[in-house]
């Protein structure tokens, strides 16, 4: 696969993710039909099941004076027709419901993950693992319980309160008002109770399961550790605090919940006793007549049963917006780069790297590199020399365009690299760094991340490259080996050339070495750096490192101290140099 061919591949993504976005937003007055018609399916379900009691009342008191059996068979099939149309009406509803939601719920986590492609890496520091899967997970999912567990049930009670409150109405009028006085309490006052009782345990379900999240996983991730230095102990009881706190403001939002379904079965309990009062009087006067009474007192608890949802359904509005805003925040988080409207194209090769000026930093007023200014020829190799936390991974994110500088140019072929977009540049620079992420995977399915329609001869040739055919090849299972999870049936070199060969797969004409031989001893990393400058040879390299480049290894040396750029080492064995 050839430059150009690479360079289409990964320009084209944008388009791609541009192209998805449109048609989930297309798509969504189509989710928004299908929401509607579950909403009407709702109303007919409950309705039914309104129809079946009325129904049921009629025929319970006309059987009771004994007519004909010709006339109560219109009516039991009827009862039938509402038995059996409830239970087909709610599946369909089901169906319908969930399916828009869901489909509003993909589109939703789309723009998620296309904002964490945005944000990552510079902009998710602030987050913990755990807590940012949690809100991708958890508080995404929440979002379909706004249409199905909120807004689905009060639309569907407004309609089926509305029909019934007028079927008892032309019944037994005050009947009528008190079943519609009595709706109101349980649409408006029992939510209103529970959302008093549970709104700051509400607020908190979704922090704290973010918290708890965060906890776990990195409890797991450092078991070793934590066993090692005996705190597992401490770490797991913090853990099960955490726990509790999060399963006691659930328990305190239950009985938030069983007092908003209390305030709606006495409201139900004081329509049927209100029916009960007009209704009576009404038979003995003749203005009602006896075989309706049943219909008239038992409608409500029929139409009561639909509006008892509403208090649990208005109690999740707090944790639902908690969640929506945690949500929110990852959605509109100010990218670290800014991207141009209109791209200028990707320069052709050579790829003369230039820097002048440049300042940048993780925090905007904080800049961590300041004034530096070098040059790397294209097809020469330049070591960043320096300690801990002087810049060096800063500045491969600046060229990565993983993050922005706020002073200074960046040009690549001549062109400065905030005129390009992100995936262009990162189609024409690579990096190696020192932790990267292998996965849970074979050793095949990690390489071709690199280039998914490699073949087996390139993947072979990129493994030579970095010096693992041999090791592959003595493998049982060859390519199809396990790699563990993180990598962990690999040894820290392994790992590392691992990473070298996904970068020789992926052909990029700059590669920037990260920390190559971290973790490793002096004369191990001294071996694996001379063989990854050794399988980039031809390509412009940038060596980043805190350890001393041996003679002879890079053309020139760029030494970071304090943020600064210096003019060399006094150390013989590196090469000095006038940048």
Not at 437 to 456: I, K, Q, W, Y
Not at 541 to 547: E, G, K, S, Y
Request: proline letters at 5%; charged letters at 20%; aromatic letters at 4%.
């Amino acid at each position: 696969m050839n430059r150009s061919d690479n360079s289409n591949r990964r320009a084209a993504q944008p388009g791609t993710v541009h192209g998805t976005a449109a048609t989930s937003k297309a798509g969504s007055s189509g989710d928004r039909a299908r929401l509607v018609l579950a909403a009407i399916l709702g109303t007919l379900a409950a309705g039914c099941s309104v129809g079946l009691l009325a129904t049921s009342a009629w025929l319970i008191s006309r059987s009771a004076q004994r007519p004909p059996v010709l006339y109560l068979m219109a009516p039991a099939a009827v009862v039938q027709a509402f038995g059996l149309g409830r239970a087909v009406l709610r599946y369909a509803e089901r169906l319908a419901g969930h399916d828009a939601a869901l489909r509003l719920l993909a589109d939703r986590r789309v723009r998620a993950w296309d904002a964490l492609a945005r944000l990552a890496p510079a902009g998710l520091g602030d987050y913990r693992s755990g807590d940012l899967l949690a809100r991708l997970v958890s508080d995404i999912d929440s979002f379909a319980d706004r249409w199905l567990r909120v807004r689905l049930p009060y639309a569907v009670a407004a309609a089926v309160g509305a029909g019934s409150v007028a079927l008892v109405g032309v019944l037994s009028p005050a009947a009528g008002l008190v079943l519609a006085a009595t709706l109101v309490v349980s649409a408006l006052a029992a939510p209103l109770v529970a959302i008093a009782l549970s709104r700051r345990e509400e607020r908190l379900v979704a922090p704290l399961r973010g918290e708890f999240a965060a906890a776990t996983t990195e409890f797991i991730e450092g078991a070793a550790e934590l066993a090692a230095f005996r705190a597992d102990a401490r770490a797991l009881a913090a853990l099960k605090s955490k726990e509790a706190r999060l399963g006691a403001a659930a328990i305190r939002s239950g009985y938030a919940r069983g007092a908003g379904a209390a305030v709606s079965a006495l409201a139900a309990g004081a329509a049927v006793w209100g029916a009960v009062f007009f209704a009576v009087p009404a038979v003995r006067a003749g203005a009602l007549a006896g075989v309706l009474l049943a219909v008239v007192v038992l409608t409500p608890i029929a139409v009561h049963e639909v509006f008892g949802g509403l208090a649990p359904a208005a109690q999740e509005v707090p944790r639902l917006r908690a969640a929506a805003a945690r949500v929110s925040d990852v959605l509109h988080r100010r990218a670290p780069v800014a991207e141009p409207v209109v791209p200028a194209p990707l320069p052709q090769p050579p790829y003369h790297l230039a820097v002048r000026g440049l300042r940048a930093g993780w925090v905007p007023g904080r800049d961590v590199l300041r004034d530096m200014s070098f040059d790397v020829p294209s097809g020469s190799r330049a070591a960043i020399v320096g300690p801990s936390g002087s810049g060096k991974t800063t500045l491969a994110m600046v060229l990565l365009r993983f993050l922005d500088y706020s002073a200074g140019t960046v040009t690549l072929g001549g062109r400065d690299l905030r005129t390009l977009d992100g995936d262009a540049v990162r189609s024409v620079i690579g990096l190696c760094e020192q932790d990267a992420h292998v996965f849970d995977s074979t050793l095949e399915a990690n390489l071709r991340l690199a280039r998914p329609g490699a073949t087996t001869a390139e993947l072979r040739s990129a493994l030579a490259g970095a010096r693992l055919l041999d090791w592959v090849d003595a493998l049982p299972l060859g390519l199809a080996t396990p790699v563990g999870e993180h990598g962990a049936r690999l040894s820290g070199g392994q790992r590392q050339r691992l990473a070298l060969a996904r970068v020789l797969l992926a052909d990029f004409p700059v590669v920037i070495l990260d920390e190559p031989a971290e973790h490793l001893d002096e004369a191990t990393a001294q071996d694996l750096t001379r063989d990854l400058l050794t399988a980039v040879e031809g390509r412009t390299v940038l060596l980043i490192t805190h350890r001393p480049v041996a003679p002879g290894t890079v053309d020139q040396v760029l030494r970071l101290d304090g943020a600064r750029p210096a003019a060399g080492y006094d150390e013989g064995s590196v090469v000095r140099s006038s940048i």
